[in-house]
């Protein structure tokens, strides 16, 4: 069994997780405005009272997925790269063994 990667694989991957940041953005601009407008005594009131007091943590999720989202999807891309390069360094020492013809 031996190790293998497709970089095109590997940069479709980078890309869709890059793609995610801006997925992620749109979510913590949507949680930050987004505010229930109730008034009045009941369960359903104190719930989306409560709502309010998780907003803090949605938004902080949503900004750390939109980080590392980016981060890993450039780390991804510079790797499918490298890969295309290490490929191409052993395709050409081989192709260096053979008797020019």
Partial sequence: MSF??????V????????A????ADEAKTYATKTKPAV??????V???NSCQDVRPAV???FGHLSSISQTSGAELNAAAKKYKTLDAE???RL???YPKG
Avoid: H, N, Q, W
Avoid at 4 to 9: I, Q
Avoid at 39 to 44: K, Q
């Fill in 39 to 44: 008034s009045g005594v009941g369960a359903i």
């Fill in 4 to 9: 293998r990667v497709v970089p095109a694989s």
């Fill in 46 to 48: 104190r719930f989306l």
């Fill in 20 to 23: 995610l940041k801006t997925d």
């Fill in 95 to 97: 192709d260096a063994k």
């Fill in 11 to 18: 940069t479709k991957f980078g890309t869709e997780l890059e």
């Fill in 90 to 92: 052993a395709a050409a």
């Fill in 59 to 61: 938004e902080e999720f």
